[in-house]
């Protein structure tokens, strides 16, 4: 038996036994315009873009250039709480993890503190900037919400590093709390879409976004989404996603928005990613689409998920806002930047 088929079978245990710990239960419940009663799916959405043509694209294309950041952040002390009434403090942490500060109130995004966006400490895609704030100095947390199950927006190790800290309330779609319930992460509140449920007087509306779910092999068995946060002002996180008329829908329903926080990389090749997430000009759209007083760049310059450069998101952004006169749609360049939203 030769020395790389011994590797081979070495890597293949290891990939099932991380199956088999990470895998999502099926969940159960009643068929719904996005639910067919086993998997979820996106009622106006695209269809997923063909696998193999992606990977013929991943053989023949490099990926564009990434180099490790490793400027100092500005906050240096823990971050204090922040009760002015109609406005929301707000820092961008790295990817799709913000800390947003409203009514007393302190919420964390997709949280990710790992290394890696992986099962695995030693593969898969790796940190290129770190937390703008250190998990040390981050306020008391007091919810958590999680748009949906990838490893790049739900990672256990940072939830279990909350629950012991703070216990904070973690936010899920339908199917992942008796995912979490295995890592005992038992303070879970499960929604479907347009469900809502309050903590401390602000209210936490989980909303419709176009993507799909998988961890470890087990496609959609749970649901992604965004959510709107609803207290003397308002915030828009749209998680990860395509872009559709949920938008618009969502402005409708839950606004006006003070702050919108809006995916814009990990777009190319367009022929695929087209289907689960924006690009930069897709991304400006959705701004004005929402209309809110301010956006935030989010989901870019941390993990290299696709073929794009590292800084191509913004950079395209900045064009894009520039040739149309958008003045309030930021991205932080210098971690630990501090925003604070105004009527």
């Known amino acids: 038996m030769s020395h790389s088929f011994l590797i081979l079978i070495f890597f293949i245990a290891i990939l099932a036994i991380s199956c088999a710990t990470m895998r ?19 009622p106006d959405g695209p269809g997923m873009g063909n696998f193999w043509k992606l ?20 906050v240096t002390e823990e971050i204090s709480d922040f009760n002015q009434t109609g406005s929301i403090r707000y820092f961008y942490i790295n990817h799709a993890t913000v800390l947003i500060q409203i009514d007393g109130v302190n919420i964390l995004t997709d949280p990710v503190y790992s290394q890696r ?7 898969g895609p790796k940190r290129y900037r770190n937390p703008a704030i250190t998990f040390e100095l981050l306020p008391r947390i007091d919810a958590v919400l999680i748009s949906h199950d990838h490893y790049d927006h739900l990672d256990v ?16 779609g339908l199917g992942l709390k008796n995912f979490l319930k295995r890592f005992k992460l038992n303070n879970v509140i499960e929604l479907d879409w347009d469900q809502k449920h309050s903590i401390k007087g602000v209210e936490i509306v989980f909303t419709e976004a176009i993507h799909w779910s998988n961890r470890a092999f087990s496609p959609r068995k749970t649901l992604w989404g965004g959510y709107v946060i609803k207290g003397s002002a308002s ?3 749209a998680g990860d996603t395509a872009y559709g008329a949920h938008f618009t829908e969502a402005k409708k329903k ?3 928005f003070d702050l919108a926080l809006i995916p814009i990389g990990a777009y ?30 989010i989901h870019w310059g941390t993990f290299p998920l696709t073929h794009e450069s590292m800084f191509d998101p913004v950079q395209e952004l900045q064009t894009a806002c520039d040739s149309v006169g958008i003045e309030n749609f930021y991205f932080d360049m210098t971690p630990g930047i501090e925003h604070i939203t105004s009527r």
């Open 24 to 42: 999502v239960p099926t969940y159960e419940g009643e068929v719904s315009d996005h639910f067919d009663g086993r998997r979820f799916f996106n």
């Open 235 to 237: 915030t828009y996180f």
């Open 157 to 172: 190790k940072t939830l279990k590093r909350l629950r012991d800290r703070d216990n904070p309330v973690m936010y899920v």
């Open 55 to 74: 990977m013929k694209y991943n053989r023949k294309h490099q990926k564009g250039e990434w180099n490790f950041q490793n400027a100092k952040s500005l």
């Open 268 to 297: 190319v090749p367009r022929f695929f990613m087209l289907h689960v997430h924006m690009d930069p000009q897709q991304g400006l759209q959705t701004h004005r689409d929402l209309d809110p007083g301010e956006s935030l760049a």
């Open 117 to 123: 966006a992986s099962p695995f400490e030693w593969a």
């Open 254 to 256: 839950y606004g006006p």
